[in-house]
């Protein structure tokens, strides 16, 4: 967090939203109804143009937990000098990163703007991670992707991660457009991008590794296992970067970073009645809630949930959120998804509710979804192939 006041994404320059963009301009596409981003970006994402591109993202390697824990990644290690920084976009949670990266827009235009958020026709919360309750993700998400662009410009563009990522609501949503391939280790994705990217004079492609987020939720990413993990990560940068085809930029970022809170300075809302009372749905995540209030209550809800956490916490109206550009630009069939209140964490508090959460997400060590260093910024490290 940043002190004094709340400094909000600086959406159009150096965020994840703006990375796509960026990429998809080195390899000579650009995207209908914008600007060209060689006209507006400087510092890490003014790219040099290329034949093929390839994009990898670490789920949860926080830029400073990257200098932090450096000393597990000789690798990457060497590359801090030249390596920026990114904003992860608000608030700091897959799904939503996963939405800015994948359209190229803020979480106000792209719509996912949390962990879960209300179906306003439904009044019932969405988790746009597991995609439950199941909604059409193109009509919740309409906006053409920057993979759909890419491949409508003859750019073969190719996605691997997990089989069960293929055709899964997050993906349709966020990351629809050219082939998927399915691999399971880190090993087998990095010789299936080595693969695509031999096979085509023009391409990009994208891999997702998700296991230093895991890890990082149930170690804590202060953990010795976070640091093996993160080893493994800088192993396969290593590899990949070794065997980049002539003519190929590979860049390496995130979609956040992460914190832990110890579990004794989480408030659970099953037994704080005062908090609780007005608040229909708790949605968001433990560090960042939104929460959706009774009629006539939203209020009253600000005002306690304002004077109970004080300084732990910046607690917001929606209209106040969106004003002060957390979101971006907000479109009118996005508004109602934000919460009427949201709560930014400051750091050692969450906000649980076993209620409803299952044990196993209660358990978790590491946490993340608001809006500290530690959570907001990301790597982006850009490597060229031989010349």
């Not at 640091?227 to 493994?232: F, I, S, V």
Request: hydrophobic residues 40%; negative net charge; glycine residues 12%.
């Amino acid at each position: 967090m940043t002190e004094p006041g709340l400094i909000a994404p600086q959406y159009g320059c150096d965020t994840l939203a703006d990375l796509m963009p960026a990429v998809a301009g080195s390899l000579g596409v650009a995207l209908p109804g914008r600007e060209p981003v060689v006209d507006r970006l400087a510092g890490p994402l003014r790219l040099r143009p290329t034949d093929r591109a390839c994009v990898l993202l670490v789920d949860g390697l926080g830029d400073v937990q990257l200098r932090e824990r450096a000393g597990h990644a000789p690798f990457l290690r060497g590359q801090l000098a030249r390596t920026g920084t990114l904003a992860a976009g608000f608030p700091t949670t897959t799904a939503t990163s996963m939405g800015s990266f994948g359209t190229g827009l803020p979480p106000g235009a792209h719509g996912l703007v949390g962990y879960e958020v209300l179906i306003p026709e439904r009044d019932e919360l969405l988790n746009e991670l597991s995609w439950e309750p199941p909604i059409d993700p193109r009509r919740w998400q309409p906006e053409t992707t920057v993979f759909q662009h890419a491949a409508a410009a003859g750019v073969e563009v190719v996605r691997i991660g997990p089989g069960f990522f293929d055709g899964s609501g997050l993906t349709e949503a966020a990351l629809r457009g050219g082939r998927f391939v399915a691999a399971d280790s880190l090993e087998d994705r990095v010789d299936a991008a080595i693969a695509a990217l031999r096979s085509s004079s023009r391409c990009l492609v994208y891999v997702y590794w998700g296991d230093v987020d895991k890890v990082g939720h149930v170690s804590g990413a202060g953990s010795w296992e976070w640091g093996e993990e993160l080893a493994r990560v800088d192993l396969a940068v290593r590899t990949l970067a070794a065997q980049l085809p002539r003519g190929t930029t590979l860049h390496v970022t995130a979609d956040h970073g992460m914190v832990d809170v110890p579990h004794h300075q989480r408030i659970d809302l099953a037994h704080d009645g005062e908090l609780a009372r007005g608040v229909r749905h708790a949605g968001g995540e433990p560090r960042c809630p939104q929460l959706y209030c009774e009629r006539d209550q939203a209020p009253s809800v600000l005002a306690t949930w304002t004077e109970r956490l004080g300084d732990r916490a910046e607690v917001l109206s929606r209209g106040d959120a969106i004003a002060l550009g957390l979101f971006g630009p907000v479109a009118v069939h996005v508004r109602e998804r934000i919460g009427d209140v949201v709560v930014i964490c400051r750091p050692g508090l969450a906000v649980v509710d076993s209620r409803r959460m299952r044990p196993a997400l209660l358990a978790l060590v590491g946490l993340h979804g608001s809006w500290t260093p530690q959570e907001s910024l990301v790597p982006l490290l850009t490597l060229d192939g031989p010349s």
